[in-house]
Nanobody, 122 residues
């Protein structure tokens, strides 16, 4: 099992930046595909980005390509989401997710964090 704890959310003006972190417990972090999802009030949870176990491959939803970057540090058991040029429509609770085998865009990941709020003001 792995436990995930997100941090780094907050309030930022449009055009600003935030970096989210997700710290994972356990010694097998490098065996997990990691992903970020987000959910706004009244909307379904949405895939944002995913990164392979080694970090060599990444996926993004179209609306964040060129603005967000997912990365991981397997020595620190941490995955990051660097968010630049933020827009009000990026406002959501952001969740970290992990799975040993699944590397896709749906929410079939086995493990989830509690979420961190990101609010972008216009």
């Amino acid at each position: 099992q792995v436990q995930l704890v997100e941090s780094g959310g907050g309030l930022v003006q449009a055009g600003g930046s935030l970096r989210l972190s997700c710290a994972a417990s356990g010694r097998t972090f490098r065996n997990y595909v990691m992903a970020w999802f987000r959910q706004s009030p009244g909307k379904e949870r949405e895939f944002v980005a995913a990164i392979s176990r080694s970090g060599s491959n990444t996926k993004y939803v179209g609306s964040v390509k060129g603005r967000f970057t997912i990365s991981r540090d397997n020595d620190k058991n941490t995955v990051y989401l660097q968010m630049n040029s933020l827009k009000p429509e990026d406002t959501a609770v952001y969740y970290c997710a992990a799975d040993q085998t699944y590397y896709g865009l749906s929410d079939n990941y086995d493990y989830w964090g509690q979420g961190t709020q990101v609010t972008v003001s216009s």
